[in-house]
């Protein structure tokens, strides 16, 4: 299973960045989406998912307000709108398929795939 990731690049504190995501058509149907991050030197971490079929919205506290995840059903693809960008949001971004648990306000997920990941850097 191949997720393809696309629209990273540089940008600006303050700017924006729309990254996409098209998944295998099963897997959308079947597998709850979202984006992880690596930022250098650290461990890979989830950034957003949308519970399927809910459609619900998920997000760390740190891009909450910031960052939007949507999906297009027809199109099989996720996106993850990025705005005001910080120095800190540098990372490789990965969109994945895994399984969402959910615990009160707080949320996990369990990834099975992967894409390749897509580089966005935010530097002045």
């Known amino acids: 299973v191949q997720l393809q990731a696309s629209g990273g690049g540089l940008v600006q504190p303050g700017g924006s960045l729309r990254l996409s995501c098209a998944v295998p058509?099963?897997?959308?149907?079947?597998?709850?989406i979202g984006w992880f991050h690596q930022a250098p030197g650290k461990e890979r971490e989830r950034v957003s998912f949308i519970d399927n079929p809910s459609g619900k919205e998920y997000y760390v506290d740190s891009v909450k307000g910031r960052f939007a995840i949507s999906e297009d059903v027809t199109k099989k693809t996720s996106y993850l709108e990025m705005n005001d960008l910080r120095v800190e949001d540098t990372a490789v971004y990965y969109c994945?398929?895994?399984?969402?648990?959910?615990?009160?306000?707080?949320?996990?997920?369990?990834?099975?795939?992967w894409g390749q990941g897509t580089q966005v850097t935010v530097s002045s």
């Open positions: 058509a099963f897997t959308f149907n079947h597998y709850d």
């Open positions: 994945a398929a895994g399984t969402l648990s959910i615990f009160g306000n707080d949320w996990a997920v369990q990834p099975d795939y």
